[in-house]
């Protein structure tokens, strides 16, 4: 931990032991048009309340977890 700005070390998040946190969501769910579907997109979109620098990334942060940059934050991939 970076005692100073209170956060995981980058060294370390890019070793081994770092690990990328994703949000799984079934995809009829995501692309649904009710009501569903629009708060899981507000939540976990590209522009959703938990990739915005003045929504939950702070949240996130405040954790001392790192953050992903906001091209890669709230991408869809499809395994």
């Known amino acids: 931990m970076d005692q100073v700005n209170r956060r995981i070390n980058l060294p370390f998040a890019s070793s081994p032991f770092g690990y990328v946190l994703s949000n799984t969501v079934r995809s009829a769910d995501?692309?649904?048009t009710d009501a569903h579907g629009n708060a899981l997109r507000a939540?976990?979109?590209p522009t959703g309340w938990i990739c915005r620098f003045n929504g939950g990334?702070?949240?996130?942060r405040s954790y001392g977890f790192l953050t992903l940059s906001p091209g890669a934050c709230g991408a869809?991939?499809?395994i």
């Open 30 to 32: 995501w692309y649904s």
């Open 43 to 45: 939540l976990f979109g």
């Open 57 to 60: 990334a702070p949240a996130v």
């Open 76 to 78: 869809v991939v499809h």
